[in-house]
């Protein structure tokens, strides 16, 4: 099992016109008895993306190295499908790196996030 499937269980959620939503649990935090569930919208994968090119533009600043154009790339290959992941990322030379989930030792509290949420 790859490390991300220990991490994030990602499924189909049916909507009430036949339409599906993709979901995400967390695997590796379960406070009560379930786990967390996280139904992203397209907004909040834009969000993701673009949070993810910011960091790529950091780490790897244009003109010498692609920064978000080489994740874009990435993230085109992987939403046209039909090649094992292993392959997409042999080709993108991305090294293996172990995630976990954490959890900040405060009460949660429902909300909606902004963008002072985000340390950067």
Request: net charge positive.
């Amino acid at each position: 099992m790859a490390d991300s499937e220990r991490r994030l269980a990602i499924g189909f959620h049916r909507k009430p016109d036949g339409s599906r939503w993709i979901y995400a649990d967390l695997l590796q935090w379960k406070p009560q008895d379930r786990y967390p569930r996280l139904i992203p919208t397209l907004e909040d994968i834009a969000r993701l993306l673009d949070a993810i090119g910011i960091c790529e533009e950091e780490k790897y600043p244009p003109p010498k190295q692609k920064g978000r154009r080489f994740f874009a790339d990435f993230v085109e290959a992987c939403a046209l499908g039909g090649r094992p992941y292993a392959e997409i990322v042999s080709r993108f030379s991305i090294k293996a790196r172990t995630a976990t989930v954490t959890a900040p030792d405060v009460k949660r509290i429902e909300r909606e996030l902004t963008e002072g949420d985000i340390p950067w």
